[in-house]
């Protein structure tokens, strides 16, 4: 057993030098140097305090997704559709915003219901993709893809058409919400604690229902076996709906964070691409809810710390995206060598 | 192809599963190996066939050549192919492109050809297939057909059959005996490991016992099957008295009960079944038993008639009602759909429990588990995979996930590929189950002695007619293998209670 | 099997760490900004700077909305950018592909703050797309000074004033550019059909439409024709530039203008897309031009089918901004400059220009002289009377329009097809 673990550590290790290797190699080939390229994205990401806060604020809808895509992953599902339900999110948001800004009710009350109101939006954004799949027989990565697709038009559509600024018909999204309806700041930096504690919130609230509940277990048993876990009694499709639920709920509070918090309006990328990168960051930490933290964490501090690419190095910053990439690949690729050495080995 | 098989070892961490064997099979010899579960046998066989690698120091030989297998890729162009205990096929695929894996040749497989071999080696061995059916449309004991199929095609001149009579019927068996004792003409030698020991006794040339990881003695014919069953186990057992039981009142009321699926029609049936009574299913596979139980169970929905449970009107109802009203089924596909791999023993016994509040108690858990494990004497930990285990610790695992109350139990295959001991256990268990919660089991099994050894009455399906049920304690083997093979039907006349 | 997989990012996190920790250390807290600036541009610049003067050069900062190579409206900023380092001791820190799509997740002004944590003592907004958040940094930043290309918060005639002490506003008098390339496009049409590849729709956008418009209806009328035959059509993308997925893609646009009848397509967009399939379908058998935008060079994107292209040279008017910052003088105002009438393609003084292409004839290049020149007299085509694109009177007969009614220009005007996009 111990043998074992250290095997796998060794694994690991092998798989993030790989990466790190091969982004270094990248680099050295286009004449950067790569420790002058790994300094500046730390420093970038954890350099100082209003950095940091910079990390959080992607951190924070990143966990969200992170947090959801556990509970599909664990029931078997592939919610590519995830990044359609941030945006539905940000769009139910914005909607409750637009409905209740002038409605005189204390703009705490307004911004919970608003928030709320994005859960919901990407829960039913989310539940389509489960009717698909369950009823329609729409593998839900299909499925998740093409409502994607629709989510960006539906943006498009409202940013362009009924909530358009005044006068204005342009990609830049909808008119500001006046600051009092934002999620308060901390003072000087741009991440609201209350941010924080919605993402922490939900991560503790999915590792418990994965790793201590009745529903956790069942859920995990239709994942690894649909057909037993219904002869085992559990109701298999209504599991996989529920599972579609919590992940659109989370997704859509990612959503909500993003206007809330963030833009304090609907903007078309509106998502971020959070939604993808939270599959990536589901992927590494294979269903180990407790370690969606810290990778989430470092995926944030690698895409806000390559910012400084660009600016400081005239590098490209999308190096953190390939970085990324390079190591769930590789982690994925020492995970497989890993699994056929080790059953030769038995 | 002559095999010698030199000081074979195999650790699997502390287990010693292979302890220095040394076996030489002469070319164009049908070799046994007999062994109860957990004797070393598939490890053996895996061995040989590449799927696992064998301690440093063990050495194959192949017609006097030393050999090193890294996979079972490399063991069939040695000509060595091995047929699983469960077929390792690929059930969404058409049969004929499942023929196609592994073959060599371009990317483009030229399909008319294949398609012809395919046919002409079918009707060879007398197995009737359609090579553009799917093969998830098959039986377990059709897959095993068709991977036979497959590995001769692919050239195999030393054939190992892993327990290759479980599935399939008599007629079947006898349809391969007949094929595998012409092998040893064309010089190919066939490995057959089984724990089932007429099969070995009626087509074995020479019997290898395995025990314990070491091979305990070699034998030749006149076989002496005591002897046989005392090297495998070290004492002698057998199945031991029918045993007549006091039924109760009716548990399941079949009436007029009509099933139909694409392949197949079933109609009206009637049965009442007892409270304590046992119902063995026989028949080839894919007669119509199978639809049957699965109607039992809800599975299957009927085209007519209606089911009736404790004198409820479960017709059209969904598994889980009928679940809830104290019926469980057992598939035969264990891992594929009894128990879910990748989950411990522990979490299934929790998952088969009712949710007491919103979270688990780990405790309970681990206490049910050890509990479970100990009563159902399962050779694993709580913390255990259900992969993990053997075949027959996966069945008694199944059998502890039963619920209670329980009021009719179902199982397709119960034993199969388990040795004598295990089948014994599993079945007084059962048996118990059924006393204390006053339930019936209806089951379905090739193994005719095991049905009239357990059953109380016996229905027969041929192509979906269903017999009359019989007694058990008055009909023959021989009578139910003519009625399997469709014979003396005229008698028995169709169904009903 | 994978159960320690997470364990990985940890150690990724360490690793980071440690390499950067190694390869940090020696030059790690002095000379930080120096090292790292090691662009080709930053090395050119340094002996010059020495030599001007000893002192610390003046670092501003720049958000380009584009790519600081689009051959249109971020490039013509990058190289005031240059200008002004030429011109003054003064050095550049920029980031281009600012913009939610090629930079998710981040705020314009969360990366001014970035370039402020590397030096920027002023920071240069490029787009209409950063005005909020121009205004969101400038309050938050009140020492840091700020440029809001294109904005018209500090305007105190305008409808959205706000003081805010460290920020400018400017802006060059494209109208000019506008009209003079809508004079080319009108000279220059067989169909008596032009096409305007339309940004996004705002007051800036509309204006500068209708200016086209002026432009080619005077020109159009001037040579002779019947005012009646001229079609002018604007179709709008959705943004300054193509983002797939989002906008409508400009090649489609012009493809679809050229394919109409249309055989005239003046860029109203960040990069001149136009003028690559004006070249396809003049290829292809029908004669087709096209007039650019924003860049001075921008007709090398396909000379042959260039009629010329209306710039900004933001250089001047940014290095007064950039010297009185830097000197202490710095004033918060809305700079609305016209072209240099003495020399309009004056790189010094001139805040826009003008540079006719290979496609305009020699005749029709003589007329548009004749047009500038009439221009530089005086000529003000935003004279009544003009109806807006509904019916309604905008300026009466005579009636000059002042800077608030040509900013402001709510709608399209008459006679131009397309969308207002007003209420």
Redesign the interface.
Known sequence: MIKD?FG??AY??A???L??GVVSLILISVDA????T???????SFG?M??FA?VL??FVPLLLVTAGLLVTFSSGLWNIGVEGQVVLGAIATTWVYRLLLESGLPPGLIIALAILGGMVGGAIWAALAGILKVFGGVNEIFGGLGLN?VS?ALT?YLI?GPW?R????????TV?FPDEFSLPLLA?L?ISPWALVIAFVGIVVIY?LLQ????G??L??VG??F?????????TWQYAMYSFLICGALAGAAGAVQVAA??HRL????????GYLGLMVAM???Y?A??AV??A???A?L?IGS??L?????LD?SLSGVLQGV?VLF?LLA?GV??KF????? | MNVELKNIHKHFGSVHANKGINLNIPTGTIQGILGENGAGKSTLMKILSGFIQPDSGSEVFLDGKPVVMHSPADAIKYGVGMLHQDPLDFPPMKLLDNFLLGLPGGIFPNRKEATQDFSLLAREYGFTFDPENYVDSLTVGERQQLEIMRLLFLGARVFILDEPTTGISAGQKEKLFATLKKFPEQAMTVIFVSHKLEDVESLCDRVAVLRGGELVGETQPPYVTSKLVEMMFGKEITLGERQPVQTGGVVLSMKNVSLEDVRMKVKNVSLDVRAGEVIGLAGMEGSGQGMFIRACSGLMRPVGGRIELKDKDLTGKSYHTFKRAGVNFLPAARLEEGLVPGLNLTEHFILAEEPKGLFIDRMMGQQLAEERIKSFNIRGKPHSTVESLSGGNQQRAELALLQSPLSLVLLEHPTRGLDIESVIYIWSKLKDRCKTDGAAIIFISSDLEEILQYSDRVLVFFNGKVSAPLDAGKTTVEELGQLIGGKGWADKGEAHD | MRTYLARLAMLAMALMLVLSACGGQPAATEEAPAATEEAPAATEEAPAATEEAPAEPFVFGMLLVGPYNDNGWSQAHYEAGLYVEEKFNAKMIYLDKVNPADRPGTTPDQLAEELVAQGAKLVIFNSDDMKDASTTFAKANPDVYVIMASGDQVWEDGKVYEPIPNLTNIMGRMEYGKMIGGCAAALSTETGKIGYLGPLINDETRRLAASAYLGAKHCWEQAGNDPAALEFKVTWIGFWFHIPGFTTDPVDVSKDFYSTGFDVVISGIDNPVNLAEAQKFTAEGTPSTGVAYDYVAACSAAPDVCLGVPYFNWGPDYLTAIMSAADGTWESQFIFSGPDWSDINNHDTSAIGFVKGDALSDENAAALDAFIADLAGGLNLWTGPINLQDGTAYLADGEEATDQQVWYLPQLLEGMQGLSASE
């Open positions: 673990r796998n550590l690991q290790l798989a993030l030098l990466a790190f140097s790569p420790s002058e790994y300094k500046n994205i730390f420093k970038g100082e209003r950095k910079e604020v992607a697709f960006t498009i362009f358009k005044p006068g204005v018909a342009s990609m830049s999204g500001p000087n741009r418990f201590g509940t009745y529903f277990l069942r995990k048993a690894k076996n057909r037993a876990a219904y002869l085992l009694g559990i109701p963030v833009y903007i078309p990328s509106i998502s971020s691409g959070y590494l930490i294979n180990q407790l370690w810290p990778v964490l470092f995926f501090a895409n910012i400084q660009p600016i400081v190095m005239k910053s190591l982690v995970a890993r699994q080790g059953r030769k080995a038995q």
